[in-house]
């Protein structure tokens, strides 16, 4: 028999994976009857803790989870360093955890609680209602880091996603631009959907044809996807969420003899290292990685000296964003 999880006792005993997580690290929070019954079940289906993870839950240092989908991410790496830079300033613990499998939620999100972290950032943009009600029955802070929470219970630190789509897309228009493509991601991230309908706007208010397609995040797909894109047709501008993504497009592009900027104009929305390394260097939308990580552990910080709630009136801290003009558009 596989050893119980954490979710197990829960289910047994009629309760949350919070409580739970209390009755293990914090039992006087938690009722004499609960904790009686779940440190029962707990001893009749031989659930042992996992030990590193009680180990820190006994220090008394502060300990803060970040949880990514992937680290492979250029943009992952960055704000992973903001994070800890900030940490360290308060002398944080910092656990990093990492699910790029949608079908272990449950198991994975049960690891995280286990692990008797004090708060959670949470960098997965790509949000099932399975994994917002695991978030939902988490017993400490989670902030949402450039991404965007569902609802107004978590707050969440990035840039106005929609606005900026909306900015550089009017921009590109007032240069003489009216063939502008807008190529989104294949799986469905909230900070994605929201630069779609900034541009979208941006389009309309113009009286121009939104023109959008979707792409996988797998370079190997990309580069056939666009090339065959390229084949039938050639925007004035193309306009991709993804810094690599925008490079594999702007690469399929001179492939076939396409002069960027001069035939194609290429714009990315991240502004990580890839963009000064691709020839010609790519336009971008700055999203400032580094400084969400870095204001994210500062508002988590508040979180979890002052409680839970975050402000419904301003859940969602805005960070600066700027345009950086380079040599794959045109003035």
């Known amino acids: 028999m596989s050893q119980p999880k954490i979710y197990d006792i829960a289910g047994a005993a009629g309760v949350s994976l919070a409580t739970v997580s209390r009755v293990l690290n914090h039992p006087e929070k938690?009722?004499?009857?609960?904790?009686?019954?779940?440190?029962?079940?707990?001893?009749?289906?031989?659930?042992?803790?996992?030990?590193?993870?009680?180990?820190?839950?006994?220090?008394?240092s502060t300990t803060v989870a970040i949880v990514v989908p992937k680290l492979t991410r250029a943009s992952v790496a960055e704000m992973i360093q903001g994070?800890?830079?900030?940490?360290?300033?308060?002398?944080?613990?910092?656990?990093?955890?990492?699910?790029?499998?949608?079908?272990?939620?449950k198991d994975f999100w049960a690891e995280v609680i286990a692990s008797?972290?004090?708060g959670i950032l949470f960098l997965n943009d790509?949000?099932?209602?399975?994994?917002?009600?695991?978030?939902?029955?988490?017993?400490?802070p989670v902030l949402f880091i450039n991404s965007v929470a569902k609802g107004e219970q978590f707050g969440s630190v990035g840039i106005d996603y929609q606005g900026c789509a909306y900015q550089i897309t009017e921009e590109m228009i007032?240069?003489?631009?009216?063939?502008?493509?807008?190529?989104?991601?294949?799986?469905?991230?909230?900070?994605?959907?929201?630069?779609?309908?900034?541009?979208?706007?941006?389009?309309?208010?113009?009286?121009?044809?939104?023109?959008?397609?979707?792409?996988?995040g797998e370079l190997a797909v990309n580069e056939k996807f666009f090339s065959e894109y390229l084949d039938?047709?050639?925007p004035e501008v193309a306009m991709l969420v993804r810094d690599s993504m925008a490079i594999s497009f702007m690469n399929s592009a001179i492939r076939k003899g396409i002069k960027v900027p001069d035939q194609l104009q290429v714009i990315g929305f991240q502004n990580t290292r890839y963009a000064l390394l691709a020839n010609p260097k790519l336009t971008c939308v700055e999203i400032p990685i580094y400084e969400i990580g870095n204001q994210a552990m500062e508002v988590l910080t508040k979180l979890m000296k002052e409680g839970l709630t975050v402000d419904s009136d301003n859940p969602h801290l805005l960070v600066d964003y700027k345009i950086i003009w380079r040599e794959t558009t045109r003035n």
């Open 174 to 216: 007032r240069r003489g631009n009216k063939d502008i493509l807008f190529v989104s991601n294949e799986r469905v991230y909230s900070v994605n959907i929201l630069m779609e309908k900034g541009y979208h706007a941006a389009m309309v208010a113009n009286g121009l044809e939104p023109k959008i397609i979707y792409s996988s």
């Open 30 to 60: 938690v009722k004499k009857e609960t904790r009686e019954r779940v440190l029962r079940i707990i001893r009749e289906k031989g659930y042992k803790p996992n030990a590193n993870a009680r180990g820190l839950a006994s220090r008394r």
């Open 126 to 140: 790509e949000m099932t209602q399975e994994v917002y009600e695991l978030v939902k029955n988490t017993p400490v």
């Open 232 to 234: 039938h047709h050639v």
């Open 83 to 105: 994070v800890s830079d900030s940490a360290q300033k308060y002398g944080y613990t910092i656990r990093l955890f990492v699910n790029d499998d949608p079908t272990r939620a």
């Open 116 to 118: 008797s972290v004090d």
